[in-house]
């Protein structure tokens, strides 16, 4: 199933993975992130837009998000979206893209972000992509925080050998997402045994909650989850307003996420959960997440497959 993903055109990708992108439009997003707030569920926006090569195609998506900012300033304080960023789509000289490539323009469009987003009381977190950016992303986020950008918070990826270290350069306070990394990278620099990304993301969640941190869990494994809430954070001494736990748009995890809402697990009351909520101006250069996401889950690519061959052989 993981090369049938791979070898999927575009517009095949749209087909499956429509369930992971919130619309077409930030306007559609924002209807996605009001629905979420009916179940108590907050959201982060992102704009889904990689594989960037035209300047025309940056000028775009800069204007995008300034667009979100504006519109997430717009909101009620209480429940305002945070913005994600993504690095590589504001330069056509990405980083992963190999010898030479420099990120050219991504520094200064997420400076001028971020001074927006402080001006309009918005919070910005800017997504981890693959090792390539990993010390580019903490070496500017450093520079925030110097210059005050209190309101920008990281990602770090549990999967990567060098995070135990990088957790001592995240400044005490900072909101930082824990994943366990999503890029297949190299067995030189990361480990690939998930049950250890595992151990190490409650791991790194308790030295982050002790160093003043506000964590911000981001996992669908339910049993991961329950020894965040049931292990770690009573060691920790914390209480609710110092983490959250976030999901992807599209997974489907509504049983849990009431129940975190409502404050039926881990003896810690309510605990807030935010999802994250793409979107796609342009179909075809949300490819790369879509597929990414399908590749967390082949069965919904097969789910939707077997429905798809049902529908033309005119079974029900
Ligand atoms: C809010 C959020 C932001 C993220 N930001 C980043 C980032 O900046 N950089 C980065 O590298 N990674 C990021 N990730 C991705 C993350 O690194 C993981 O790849 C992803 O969350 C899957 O890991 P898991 O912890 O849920 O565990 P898994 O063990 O992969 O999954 C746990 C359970 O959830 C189910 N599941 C997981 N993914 C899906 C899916 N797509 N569809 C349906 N079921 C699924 C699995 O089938 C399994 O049952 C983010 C994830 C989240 C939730």
Redesign the pocket.
Known sequence: MSLFVRMLPGPLVKVFARP?VAGASLEEALAVVDKGLEKKLFS?LDLLWEDIHRQEEVDVVVEVYHRMIAACAERPQETRPTV?LKPSSYTTRPLNRGEGMDAAGSREAILAFSEEARQKGVGLTI???DHHWTEWTLRLLEELWAGGGYHVGA?L?TRLERTRDDLARIPPEARV?L?????NESPQIATTD?AEM?RR?LDYAGILLKKGCFV?F????EP?IRRFLEEIVPETGVDASRFEV???Y???RGKIQQQLVRGELGGVGPVRV???VPFATDWSLATAYCKR??L??P??ASAVLKNLGHALLGKK
């Open positions: 992971y982060t994600s997504d981890m992509e990602v990826q997402r994943v366990i990394g999503i890029y998930k595992k993301m911000e981001a996992t669908h494994d991961v976030q999901m992807l599209g997974v489907p935010r999802l994250y996401r399908l967390e889950n069965q919904m």
